[in-house]
C-alpha cells in the first residue's frame, strides 16, 4: 500500500477538523446546518460562512491529490458543499411570493427569512417575529454562488432556478436604499426592530452584484437563456453610497466590526485603498480587546449588565455596556485572511498568535473558537476602571463553527495548500488595482440632413440617424421597456425587472437583438420625459458631468461609447447655439474637462465598445417577440408620442399684445391667474428681512356685488378659495375663453386661459376648439407645454408641467442619493404641515404625490421642487463638500432664500423676484443654487435666447465681508462728522463704501440657517459639552444630559436629535446665533472651567445677553449721537439688534467676543480663558 505525503496527512487532519466541528452537524436531507447541536434553524449567513472551509478543503484535496481516496474526498466534500448552496436555494424558492413583492415594496414582512428548519426549509419564526430583512445575507448567497460556480462546481440545475436567480438579483440592487437589519440581525443597537441603512449590507451587495454579473449559471455547458444580467449603474450607485458611509457603519453605529467582512475576503467591496485603512484602523482602536473584536460599541449581547428577559435595551441603559462588551475572537480570523490575501505575514503572524491564545481544546485535542469572550459580573467595574485588565470567559456557541471554518479556511492557505486565488476564482482580491486612463467614445449624429448641412458649416462632420447603416439608434425608455422583461417566469410568478430607469451606464453600451445592433441616447437628452433637455447649456453641463462619471465609474470591458443627437429642439431659430456649438468643438478636440474623448462614427466603434446581449427578451416563454419583424413593430408601440401634435392652439408670437376681446370681468379673473397661483414671495419691505408664505391657492376674483374699478387688484392674501372660485364660474362665458384661446397669439394669455379652464372646469372638460371634438383641456395643455418649451418660455414650461403633473425621471433616484448620504430632506414651503420631512426612500410615485400635495394648487413650485432635488443630487455626487455639516435639506426654505436673494440683487419687489424665478432657464436656476450653497456672490445680467427672447442670466462675482460695527462707524461718520470727508479723497472714501458691503455677515447667517449649516464636528462638541452640565435649553425645549447614555459622539442619531431642536427655531439667522453660543460652550467644555458647566444651560440667554453687552458698548460709544438721536440701533429677529447679526464671529467687535463674555458672566470664569473660534 503505498504511504501518504506529508502533505496528505495534513490535509487529512483538515478534514478530520472540518468533519468533526461541521461536516457532523449537516442535514442528511436539506444539506442545511443548524445554529447549535441543540437547536433546529439554519441561518443563511451562518450556513455560508461555514461551508466555505469545506469548498477550500475540497479544492486543496483536487489541487494535491495523490491517490485515489484523496479525489473521493475532493468529490464528496463539493457535493456537500452543493447540496448546502441547493438547500438554502430550496428554502429561498419556497418564499418566492415574497421575493415578488418585496421587489416593489421594500417592506420588512415582505423580506426573505434570515432562517429556516434544519428538516423541512420551512420558516420557523413570523414575519413580524424576528429581523429577517438581512440584504447581506441574500447578497453573500450571490457572491458564493458565483465564486463557487466559477470554481467548477454546478449548483443551479434549471432555468426556473435561474429566473430565480435573477429576481433574487433585483432583491439586492436596491441595498443602497434599504434599510434592514444588517449582520447582528438588530437594526437599531437598541434592538427594537428598527432597520437601518448599513454599509455592510451595501458593500456585500456590491460585491455580489459585481461577481454574478453575465454570469452563466449553467458553466461551460450553458447559453444565453442562463446568464445573469446585472445593470451596471445599480453597482455605481452601492459604490458610491458605500463610500460616502464609510467608516461609519449605520445611523445607531459610528463603527462596525461587520465591515471586515467588506473590506476584505469574502467581499472585497471596497476600491479606494485610503478609505479601507481608514476603515480597519477605526475598527481596530475602537473595537480591539484582548480577546477579540466587539462588535459595536455599547454592544450588551451577552454582558453581565444585560436582562435575559427581553431583547430590547432601553436607551438609557446602553451607557452600561461601555467598556464592558463582549469580545470576538471571529474578526482575527477575518484579520488572518485579510493578512494572507495582501501578503503581510507580520499580520498574519499577529493574530495567529492572538487567536492561539483564546482558542479551546476540545474533548479530543482538537483546537475549537468559542463564539465570544464574556466578562464576570464582579469583575465588571474593574473592567471600567482599568481597560482590558480582566481576564474574561468563554461563552456563547461552543465551537462557533462560523468563525472555526474561517479559521481552517486560513490555515490551508498559510500551509500552502490554497492559493488566495483558488477561492477568489473572481479575482475579487484585484479590486484596488489602478485601471489605465479611460477614453470615452462619443458618437455624433444629426436628426437630419438640414441638421447635417448646419454642423458641416461650422466643421463638424456627422452621420444622420439614417445613415447609421447597421446601427439602430433608440432613447433610453426602450432599454427600459426591454428590460422590464428580464427574469420573467409564469410559472413561479415573477414579472421581471421592477424599475424602468436606466442610468448611463446602461446607455453607454451597445446591445444585440436577433441579429440587429441597438445604440441608445443618454435618457437626460429625451426631451418627451421632462423639460430639463429642452434648456441647450443644462444640456451641455449634464453631458460634461455624465462624461466625468463615466471616467470615474466605468468597470466593463471595452470602451464607453455614448451616442449624442443633435435635433431641432436643440437649435435657436435655425442656428446652432453657442453653448452647443462650443460643446461639440470640445468634443471633436479630444478633451473635455480633463476627459479624453474620440468621437466617430458608430460603426468604428463596434471593435472598441462594450457589448451586452437583450436575447432574453425572446428567450422566455412571455417573450413579446419571437422575430426580427416582431422587434421592431414592438419597439414602434414603445415610441408612440404622448401627446399628438394638433395644433390647435394660435402660433405664438413672442411680446404679443393682450387682446381686448374678453370682457373685462373676463379679462380681470383669467388674465394673471398664472402669476396669481405662485406662492413663495418676499416681503419687499423688510428686505433683507423675513420671508414669509403668501397661501396663493386662490385666485383673485370680486366678491359678489363687488363694482372692479378701473385695474385694481385685490390683496391676493384675501382672495376667495378655488372652490369659492369654481362655485362663481358660471358668470363668465367658457365659449368667450376658448374662441380668445384659438385667436390670441400670446403665451402667458394661453396659458392663464387654460390655467383657469383647468381649475374651474377640470382636466377632461371638452373645449370643442375649432369645432374639433374630443379636445380636453389637458389636450391642449400638453400642447402648450411643447411650444413654451421651444420657445423656452421657461415660467410657463414650468406651469403647464405642474397641471400635466409631470415627474422628472430620476426625482426618486435623486432623493434616494440625497437620503443614503444621511441627509433629511423635506418639501414644501414651511411653515408645517404643508412642509413635509422625507427620512427614508420612496416610490417614485409617491414621492411626486408627495410633493405635489404640499405645494397645493402651485403647480409651478411643484416642478420647481422637482427641479433643485435633481439639482442638488448631482451637487451632492460631484461637490460633495458643499453638504458639509448640513443634515437636512429644506427644499421650500431653499426656494425662498432663493426668491429673496434675487429680490436683494435686482432690488425688485417679492412678486418680481418670484416671477424671476420662475422664469430663469433651468441651467441658470442651477448655477443660483451653486451659488447659495457655496456661499458665493452672484450677479444677474440680461442675455439673448434667440429669436427676440431675453431672459435673466446668473453670473459669477467676487465677494467681500466686513463687520457689522465697521459699517455702523461709517454710518455716524456720514451723519456728524462730514468734516472728516473733507480731510481725504472723496474717491478714495467711495471706494471703501464700495467694499464694506452692507448686511454682509446678516445674508451669511440667513443663508446658513437656511441650509441648517453647523461648523465642523459641532454635533461631537456639543455631546461632550452635555457630558458636563444638565442639559441645553433652546426656545423652551431641553437637549438633556441622558442623551449621552443612549448615543455616542460620532453617532448619526445624536446629530439629527440636534439637529431637531435647533429646527423649531423659525428665523434663520437667529439660529445661527444660538449654534455660535453653543460652539463657545463647547469651548469651555475644552477647559478647567469645564466643570463650571453645571445645570441646564439656556442657550438664548446667553444669546440675549450678548447682544445687550454688544448693544451697551455701541451706546456708550456713540453716547452723543445716541441721545440727539441721531443714530438707531434697528431691531431684528427674536429681539436681537440687526448690527449684532451684521458682525462677524471673530475680531474686536465679533459675535464671538460677545458670547464669550455672556458665558463667562454666566459660568464665573474668566473670558480670557475662552479661546477665540471661527464659525465656519
Given at each position: 500500500?503505498?504511504?501518504?505525503?506529508?502533505?496528505?496527512?495534513?490535509?487529512?487532519?483538515?478534514?478530520?477538523?472540518?468533519?468533526?466541528?461541521?461536516?457532523?452537524?449537516?442535514?442528511?436531507?436539506?444539506?442545511?446546518?443548524?445554529?447549535s447541536i441543540d437547536q433546529n434553524h439554519a441561518w443563511v449567513r451562518d450556513n455560508l460562512?461555514?461551508?466555505?472551509?469545506?469548498?477550500?478543503?475540497?479544492?486543496?484535496?483536487?489541487?494535491?491529490?495523490?491517490?485515489?481516496?484523496?479525489?473521493?474526498?475532493?468529490?464528496?466534500?463539493?457535493?456537500?458543499?452543493?447540496?448546502?448552496?441547493?438547500?438554502?436555494?430550496?428554502?429561498?424558492?419556497?418564499?418566492?411570493?415574497?421575493?415578488?413583492?418585496?421587489?416593489?415594496?421594500?417592506?420588512?414582512?415582505?423580506?426573505?427569512?434570515?432562517?429556516?428548519?434544519?428538516?423541512?426549509?420551512?420558516?420557523?419564526?413570523?414575519?413580524?417575529?424576528?429581523?429577517?430583512?438581512?440584504?447581506?445575507?441574500?447578497?453573500?448567497?450571490?457572491?458564493?454562488?458565483?465564486?463557487?460556480?466559477?470554481?467548477?462546481?454546478?449548483?443551479?440545475?434549471?432555468?426556473?432556478?435561474?429566473?430565480?436567480?435573477?429576481?433574487?438579483?433585483?432583491?439586492?440592487?436596491?441595498?443602497?436604499?434599504?434599510?434592514?437589519?444588517?449582520?447582528?440581525?438588530?437594526?437599531?443597537?437598541?434592538?427594537?426592530?428598527?432597520?437601518?441603512?448599513?454599509?455592510?449590507?451595501?458593500?456585500?451587495?456590491?460585491?455580489?452584484?459585481?461577481?454574478?454579473?453575465?454570469?452563466?449559471?449553467?458553466?461551460?455547458?450553458?447559453?444565453?437563456?442562463?446568464?445573469?444580467?446585472?445593470?451596471?449603474?445599480?453597482?455605481?450607485?452601492?459604490?458610491?453610497?458605500?463610500?460616502?458611509?464609510?467608516?461609519?457603519?449605520?445611523?445607531?453605529?459610528?463603527?462596525?466590526?461587520?465591515?471586515?467582512?467588506?473590506?476584505?475576503?469574502?467581499?472585497?467591496?471596497?476600491?479606494?485603498?485610503?478609505?479601507?485603512?481608514?476603515?480597519?484602523?477605526?475598527?481596530?482602536?475602537?473595537?480591539?480587546?484582548?480577546?477579540?473584536?466587539?462588535?459595536?460599541?455599547?454592544?450588551?449581547?451577552?454582558?453581565?449588565?444585560?436582562?435575559?428577559?427581553?431583547?430590547?435595551?432601553?436607551?438609557?441603559?446602553?451607557?452600561?455596556?461601555?467598556?464592558?462588551?463582549?469580545?470576538?475572537?471571529?474578526?482575527?480570523?477575518?484579520?488572518?485572511?485579510?493578512?494572507?490575501?495582501?501578503?503581510?505575514?507580520?499580520?498574519?503572524?499577529?493574530?495567529?498568535?492572538?487567536?492561539?491564545?483564546?482558542m479551546v481544546k476540545g474533548e479530543d485535542g482538537l483546537p475549537l473558537i468559542p463564539e465570544?469572550?464574556?466578562?464576570?459580573?464582579?469583575?465588571?467595574?474593574?473592567?471600567?476602571?482599568?481597560?482590558?485588565?480582566?481576564?474574561?470567559?468563554?461563552?456563547?456557541?461552543?465551537?462557533?463553527?462560523?468563525?472555526?471554518?474561517?479559521?481552517?479556511?486560513?490555515?490551508?492557505?498559510?500551509?500552502?495548500?490554497?492559493?488566495?486565488?483558488?477561492?477568489?476564482?473572481?479575482?475579487?482580491?484585484?479590486?484596488?488595482?489602478?485601471?489605465?486612463?479611460?477614453?470615452?467614445?462619443?458618437?455624433?449624429?444629426?436628426?437630419?440632413?438640414?441638421?447635417?448641412?448646419?454642423?458641416?458649416?461650422?466643421?463638424?462632420?456627422?452621420?444622420?440617424?439614417?445613415?447609421?447603416?447597421?446601427?439602430?439608434?433608440?432613447?433610453?425608455?426602450?432599454?427600459?421597456?426591454?428590460?422590464?422583461?428580464?427574469?420573467?417566469?409564469?410559472?413561479?410568478?415573477?414579472?421581471?425587472?421592477?424599475?424602468?430607469?436606466?442610468?448611463?451606464?446602461?446607455?453607454?453600451?451597445?446591445?444585440?437583438?436577433?441579429?440587429?445592433?441597438?445604440?441608445?441616447?443618454?435618457?437626460?437628452?429625451?426631451?418627451?420625459?421632462?423639460?430639463?433637455?429642452?434648456?441647450?447649456?443644462?444640456?451641455?453641463?449634464?453631458?460634461?458631468?455624465?462624461?466625468?462619471?463615466?471616467?470615474?465609474?466605468?468597470?466593463?470591458?471595452?470602451?464607453?461609447?455614448?451616442?449624442?443627437?443633435?435635433?431641432?429642439?436643440?437649435?435657436?431659430?435655425?442656428?446652432?447655439?453657442?453653448?452647443?456649438?462650443?460643446?461639440?468643438?470640445?468634443?471633436?478636440?479630444?478633451?473635455?474637462?480633463?476627459?479624453?474623448?474620440?468621437?466617430?462614427?458608430?460603426?468604428?466603434?463596434?471593435?472598441?465598445?462594450?457589448?451586452?446581449?437583450?436575447?432574453?427578451?425572446?428567450?422566455?416563454?412571455?417573450?413579446?417577440?419571437?422575430?426580427?419583424?416582431?422587434?421592431?413593430?414592438?419597439?414602434?408601440?414603445?415610441?408612440?408620442?404622448?401627446?399628438?401634435?394638433?395644433?390647435?392652439?394660435?402660433?405664438?408670437?413672442?411680446?404679443?399684445?393682450?387682446?381686448?376681446?374678453?370682457?373685462?370681468?373676463?379679462?380681470?379673473?383669467?388674465?394673471?391667474?398664472?402669476?396669481?397661483?405662485?406662492?413663495?414671495?418676499?416681503?419687499?419691505?423688510?428686505?433683507?428681512?423675513?420671508?414669509?408664505?403668501?397661501?396663493?391657492?386662490?385666485?383673485?376674483?370680486?366678491?359678489?356685488?363687488?363694482?372692479?374699478?378701473?385695474?385694481?387688484?385685490?390683496?391676493?392674501?384675501?382672495?376667495?378659495?378655488?372652490?369659492?372660485?369654481?362655485?362663481?364660474?358660471?358668470?363668465?362665458?367658457?365659449?368667450?375663453?376658448?374662441?380668445?384661446?384659438?385667436?390670441?397669439?400670446?403665451?402667458?394669455?394661453?396659458?392663464?386661459?387654460?390655467?383657469?379652464?383647468?381649475?374651474?372646469?377640470?382636466?377632461?372638460?371638452?373645449?370643442?376648439?375649432?369645432?374639433?371634438?374630443?379636445?380636453?383641456?389637458?389636450?391642449?395643455?400638453?400642447?402648450?407645454?411643447?411650444?413654451?418649451?421651444?420657445?423656452?418660455?421657461?415660467?410657463?414650461?414650468?406651469?403647464?408641467?405642474?397641471?400635466?403633473?409631470?415627474?422628472?425621471?430620476?426625482?426618486?433616484?435623486?432623493?434616494?442619493?440625497?437620503?443614503?448620504?444621511?441627509?433629511?430632506?423635506?418639501?414644501?414651503?414651511?411653515?408645517?404641515?404643508?412642509?413635509?420631512?422625507?427620512?427614508?426612500?420612496?416610490?417614485?410615485?409617491?414621492?411626486?404625490?408627495?410633493?405635489?400635495?404640499?405645494?397645493?394648487?402651485?403647480?409651478?413650485?411643484?416642478?420647481?421642487?422637482?427641479?433643485?432635488?435633481?439639482?442638488?443630487?448631482?451637487?451632492?455626487?460631484?461637490?460633495?463638500?458643499?453638504?458639509?455639516?448640513?443634515?437636512?435639506?429644506?427644499?421650500?426654505?431653499?426656494?425662498?432664500?432663493?426668491?429673496?436673494?434675487?429680490?436683494?440683487?435686482?432690488?425688485?419687489?417679492?412678486?418680481?423676484?418670484?416671477?424671476?424665478?420662475?422664469?430663469?432657464?433651468?441651467?441658470?436656476?442651477?448655477?443660483?443654487?451653486?451659488?447659495?450653497?457655496?456661499?458665493?456672490?452672484?450677479?444677474?445680467?440680461?442675455?439673448?435666447?434667440?429669436?427676440?427672447?431675453?431672459?435673466?442670466?446668473?453670473?459669477?462675482?467676487?465677494?467681500?465681508?466686513?463687520?457689522?460695527?465697521?459699517?455702523?462707524?461709517?454710518?455716524?461718520?456720514?451723519?456728524?462728522?462730514?468734516?472728516?470727508?473733507?480731510?481725504?479723497?472723496?474717491?478714495?472714501?467711495?471706494?471703501?463704501?464700495?467694499?464694506?458691503?452692507?448686511?454682509?455677515?446678516?445674508?451669511?447667517?440667513?443663508?446658513?440657517?437656511?441650509?441648517?449649516?453647523?461648523?465642523?464636528?459641532?454635533?461631537?462638541?456639543?455631546?461632550?459639552?452635555?457630558?458636563?452640565?444638565?442639559?441645553?435649553?433652546?426656545?423652551?425645549?431641553?437637549?438633556?444630559?441622558?442623551?449621552?447614555?443612549?448615543?455616542?459622539?460620532?453617532?448619526?442619531?445624536?446629530?439629527?436629535?440636534?439637529?431637531?431642536?435647533?429646527?423649531?427655531?423659525?428665523?434663520?439667522?437667529?439660529?445661527?446665533?444660538?449654534?455660535?453660543?453653543?460652539?463657545?460652550?463647547?469651548?469651555?467644555?475644552?477647559?478647567?472651567?469645564?466643570?463650571?458647566?453645571?445645570?441646564?444651560?439656556?442657550?438664548?440667554?446667553?444669546?440675549?445677553?450678548?447682544?445687550?453687552?454688544?448693544?451697551?458698548?455701541?451706546?456708550?460709544?456713540?453716547?452723543?449721537?445716541?441721545?440727539?438721536?441721531?443714530?438707531?440701533?434697528?431691531?431684528?429677529?427674536?429681539?436681537?439688534?440687526?448690527?449684532?447679526?451684521?458682525?462677524?464671529?471673530?475680531?474686536?467687535?465679533?459675535?464671538?467676543?460677545?458670547?464669550?463674555?455672556?458665558?463667562?458672566?454666566?459660568?464665573?470664569?474668566?473670558?480670557?480663558?475662552?479661546?477665540?473660534?471661527?464659525?465656519?
Amino acid at each position: 500500500m503505498r504511504s501518504r505525503s506529508n502533505s496528505g496527512v495534513r490535509l487529512d487532519y483538515y478534514q478530520h477538523l472540518v468533519h468533526k466541528t461541521i461536516l457532523t452537524h449537516q442535514n442528511p436531507i436539506t444539506g442545511l446546518l443548524p445554529a447549535s447541536i441543540d437547536q433546529n434553524h439554519a441561518w443563511v449567513r451562518d450556513n455560508l460562512y461555514c461551508i466555505m472551509a469545506v469548498w477550500g478543503l475540497a479544492l486543496a484535496y483536487k489541487k494535491t491529490a495523490d491517490m485515489d481516496e484523496d479525489r473521493a474526498k475532493a468529490y464528496e466534500l463539493e457535493q456537500s458543499v452543493v447540496k448546502l448552496m441547493r438547500g438554502l436555494l430550496q428554502c429561498m424558492m419556497r418564499q418566492v411570493d415574497k421575493l415578488e413583492k418585496f421587489k416593489y415594496t421594500q417592506a420588512t414582512t415582505d423580506s426573505l427569512h434570515a432562517k429556516y428548519n434544519i428538516t423541512t426549509c420551512g420558516t420557523v419564526v413570523g414575519d413580524n417575529e424576528w429581523g429577517h430583512l438581512q440584504i447581506d445575507a441574500t447578497s453573500l448567497y450571490i457572491l458564493m454562488l458565483a465564486q463557487m460556480t466559477a470554481s467548477g462546481l454546478q449548483i443551479i440545475f434549471t432555468l426556473d432556478e435561474v429566473a430565480f436567480i435573477q429576481n433574487l438579483v433585483f432583491y439586492v440592487e436596491s441595498a443602497y436604499r434599504t434599510p434592514d437589519y444588517g449582520m447582528w440581525e438588530r437594526g437599531d443597537k437598541t434592538n427594537h426592530g428598527w432597520p437601518e441603512l448599513n454599509a455592510s449590507s451595501i458593500g456585500m451587495a456590491k460585491a455580489s452584484l459585481e461577481a454574478i454579473k453575465e454570469m452563466d449559471l449553467f458553466g461551460s455547458r450553458g447559453g444565453p437563456a442562463s446568464i445573469i444580467h446585472v445593470m451596471a449603474d445599480e453597482i455605481s450607485q452601492c459604490k458610491a453610497i458605500l463610500e460616502s458611509m464609510l467608516p461609519r457603519e449605520s445611523k445607531s453605529k459610528e463603527i462596525d466590526a461587520s465591515l471586515l467582512s467588506i473590506l476584505s475576503y469574502p467581499a472585497f467591496a471596497v476600491e479606494d485603498l485610503d478609505l479601507i485603512n481608514l476603515t480597519k484602523n477605526e475598527i481596530i482602536s475602537k473595537l480591539e480587546g484582548r480577546y477579540g473584536l466587539s462588535r459595536f460599541l455599547r454592544d450588551g449581547y451577552k454582558t453581565p449588565m444585560e436582562d435575559p428577559r427581553r431583547l430590547h435595551y432601553e436607551p438609557w441603559e446602553l451607557s452600561v455596556f461601555e467598556g464592558i462588551e463582549c469580545e470576538w475572537p471571529l474578526f482575527w480570523t477575518y484579520l488572518i485572511l485579510d493578512g494572507l490575501f495582501k501578503g503581510d505575514k507580520g499580520q498574519v503572524m499577529e493574530y495567529k498568535e492572538k487567536l492561539s491564545e483564546v482558542m479551546v481544546k476540545g474533548e479530543d485535542g482538537l483546537p475549537l473558537i468559542p463564539e465570544l469572550y464574556t466578562i464576570a459580573a464582579d469583575k465588571v467595574d474593574a473592567e471600567r476602571e482599568e481597560p482590558g485588565s480582566q481576564e474574561r470567559s468563554p461563552g456563547g456557541k461552543m465551537p462557533h463553527m462560523w468563525s472555526q471554518s474561517l479559521y481552517i479556511l486560513g490555515c490551508l492557505i498559510q500551509e500552502g495548500f490554497l492559493a488566495p486565488g483558488e477561492i477568489d476564482p473572481l479575482n475579487r482580491r484585484l479590486i484596488c488595482q489602478p485601471r489605465p486612463d479611460l477614453v470615452v467614445q462619443v458618437s455624433i449624429l444629426a436628426e437630419d440632413l438640414y441638421i447635417q448641412d448646419l454642423l458641416k458649416e461650422h466643421g463638424i462632420e456627422v452621420q444622420t440617424t439614417q445613415e447609421v447603416a447597421n446601427i439602430r439608434v433608440q432613447p433610453a425608455r426602450v432599454l427600459s421597456h426591454i428590460y422590464h422583461h428580464l427574469g420573467q417566469n409564469k410559472k413561479l410568478g415573477l414579472s421581471g425587472r421592477p424599475s424602468y430607469d436606466i442610468g448611463l451606464l446602461g446607455t453607454s453600451q451597445l446591445y444585440t437583438l436577433k441579429g440587429q445592433t441597438f445604440a441608445f441616447t443618454p435618457q437626460f437628452i429625451d426631451q418627451q420625459q421632462f423639460y430639463l433637455a429642452l434648456d441647450n447649456e443644462l444640456l451641455v453641463d449634464m453631458l460634461k458631468t455624465d462624461l466625468a462619471y463615466l471616467r470615474y465609474n466605468w468597470r466593463n470591458l471595452g470602451r464607453p461609447t455614448v451616442t449624442f443627437p443633435v435635433s431641432h429642439n436643440m437649435l435657436v431659430g435655425r442656428v446652432l447655439p453657442p453653448p452647443l456649438q462650443n460643446c461639440l468643438q470640445k468634443l471633436l478636440a479630444g478633451s473635455m474637462d480633463g476627459v479624453r474623448i474620440h468621437v466617430g462614427k458608430l460603426e468604428e466603434f463596434m471593435s472598441t465598445s462594450c457589448f451586452t446581449s437583450l436575447d432574453f427578451l425572446y428567450l422566455s416563454d412571455e417573450s413579446p417577440v419571437s422575430d426580427a419583424d416582431e422587434v421592431t413593430q414592438y419597439l414602434d408601440t414603445l415610441l408612440s408620442p404622448t401627446f399628438p401634435k394638433r395644433n390647435l392652439l394660435s402660433m405664438p408670437r413672442l411680446g404679443a399684445k393682450r387682446s381686448s376681446s374678453l370682457s373685462r370681468k373676463a379679462s380681470f379673473r383669467v388674465l394673471g391667474s398664472v402669476r396669481r397661483s405662485r406662492s413663495v414671495f418676499v416681503d419687499e419691505h423688510n428686505l433683507p428681512g423675513l420671508i414669509f408664505l403668501r397661501r396663493r391657492s386662490q385666485l383673485a376674483v370680486p366678491q359678489p356685488g363687488e363694482d372692479v374699478k378701473g385695474d385694481r387688484v385685490p390683496d391676493v392674501r384675501h382672495s376667495p378659495s378655488m372652490s369659492k372660485l369654481r362655485d362663481g364660474s358660471g358668470d363668465i362665458d367658457c365659449a368667450e375663453l376658448v374662441e380668445h384661446l384659438k385667436d390670441t397669439w400670446s403665451l402667458q394669455e394661453q396659458a392663464d386661459i387654460l390655467h383657469y379652464l383647468y381649475n374651474t372646469q377640470g382636466p377632461d372638460w371638452e373645449t370643442k376648439i375649432n369645432m374639433r371634438e374630443g379636445v380636453t383641456v389637458v389636450m391642449l395643455v400638453g400642447e402648450l407645454y411643447e411650444k413654451a418649451g421651444q420657445l423656452k418660455q421657461w415660467s410657463i414650461v414650468r406651469h403647464m408641467a405642474g397641471m400635466l403633473r409631470k415627474r422628472v425621471e430620476d426625482l426618486a433616484q435623486a432623493a434616494t442619493d440625497l437620503l443614503v448620504r444621511q441627509k433629511q430632506l423635506s418639501v414644501g414651503l414651511p411653515p408645517q404641515p404643508r412642509e413635509r420631512t422625507i427620512t427614508h426612500p420612496l416610490p417614485p410615485e409617491e414621492l411626486a404625490k408627495m410633493i405635489y400635495d404640499s405645494c397645493g394648487e402651485d403647480s409651478s413650485t411643484a416642478v420647481l421642487t422637482q427641479e433643485i432635488l435633481v439639482y442638488l443630487a448631482m451637487f451632492i455626487r460631484t461637490e460633495p463638500n458643499l453638504f458639509r455639516e448640513m443634515l437636512r435639506l429644506r427644499v421650500g426654505l431653499i426656494i425662498q432664500v432663493m426668491v429673496s436673494e434675487l429680490a436683494r440683487t435686482l432690488s425688485c419687489t417679492g412678486e418680481e423676484a418670484s416671477e424671476h424665478l420662475m422664469s430663469l432657464s433651468p441651467f441658470d436656476l442651477k448655477t443660483l443654487l451653486h451659488h447659495i450653497l457655496s456661499g458665493k456672490e452672484f450677479g444677474v445680467g440680461e442675455v439673448e435666447r434667440g429669436g427676440g427672447n431675453k431672459s435673466l442670466s446668473i453670473r459669477k462675482m467676487e465677494k467681500e465681508e466686513v463687520t457689522g460695527m465697521s459699517r455702523l462707524r461709517k454710518q455716524v461718520t456720514i451723519i456728524e462728522h462730514n468734516d472728516k470727508l473733507r480731510k481725504g479723497s472723496e474717491e478714495e472714501f467711495e471706494q471703501s463704501m464700495q467694499v464694506d458691503r452692507q448686511g454682509q455677515w446678516l445674508r451669511r447667517r440667513r443663508l446658513d440657517g437656511a441650509l441648517n449649516r453647523v461648523p465642523v464636528d459641532f454635533y461631537t462638541k456639543i455631546w461632550n459639552v452635555l457630558k458636563w452640565c444638565q442639559g441645553l435649553s433652546i426656545e423652551g425645549q431641553v437637549l438633556s444630559s441622558s442623551v449621552t447614555q443612549e448615543m455616542t459622539p460620532g453617532e448619526l442619531n445624536f446629530a439629527l436629535r440636534v439637529e431637531g431642536i435647533l429646527n423649531s427655531i423659525p428665523q434663520p439667522e437667529y439660529r445661527q446665533l444660538m449654534v455660535e453660543a453653543m460652539m463657545v460652550l463647547a469651548l469651555v467644555a475644552d477647559t478647567d472651567y469645564k466643570r463650571n458647566l453645571r445645570g441646564v444651560i439656556m442657550v438664548d440667554r446667553l444669546v440675549a445677553d450678548a447682544n445687550a453687552m454688544f448693544l451697551s458698548e455701541l451706546k456708550s460709544m456713540f453716547k452723543d449721537e445716541v441721545d440727539s438721536n441721531t443714530v438707531e440701533f434697528r431691531t431684528g429677529a427674536a429681539n436681537i439688534c440687526t448690527d449684532f447679526y451684521d458682525s462677524a464671529p471673530s475680531g474686536r467687535f465679533g459675535t464671538m467676543v460677545y458670547m464669550s463674555k455672556a458665558v463667562a458672566q454666566t459660568l464665573d470664569c474668566e473670558p480670557d480663558s475662552i479661546a477665540d473660534c471661527t464659525i465656519a
